[in-house]
């Protein structure tokens, strides 16, 4: 199984970014998909979650500008990033678990490489 995240960079204060998640080695239609990141000195948070139909959840801090989708005909998953802010800046990991009725109390087991997001002013 591997989970291999792109997209990351660095971009101005209010600007986008789209990171992407390429899937191999399960079943990608039939697990709940999320992604977190960790900033330095921070534990490491969940940002949004998906689930097969492509129904999602997101963390408070994101709702209105992240959009979390994903192609289950490519084995790609999504996170559209608008309005970033510094406070943004982290590692961005992508991350596969068990199929759940609710995929926010999954435990992610498989995890990507991360992809370095910094926003500056």
């Known amino acids: 199984v591997q989970l291999v995240e792109s997209g990351g960079g660095s971009v101005q204060a209010g600007g986008s970014l789209r990171l992407s998640c390429a899937v191999s080695?399960?079943?990608?239609?039939?697990?709940?998909m999320g992604w977190y990141r960790q900033a330095p000195g921070k534990e490491r948070e969940g940002v949004a979650v998906i689930d097969d139909a492509g129904r999602a959840s997101y963390a408070d801090f994101v709702k209105g500008r992240f959009t979390i989708y994903r192609n289950n005909a490519d084995n790609i998953l999504y996170l559209q990033m608008n309005s970033l802010k510094p406070e943004d800046t982290a590692m961005y990991y992508c991350a596969a678990g068990p199929l759940a009725t609710d995929c926010r109390r999954v435990v992610f087991g498989v995890w990507g490489q991360g992809t370095q997001v910094t926003v500056y002013l």
């Open positions: 080695g399960l079943t990608y239609s039939s697990v709940c």
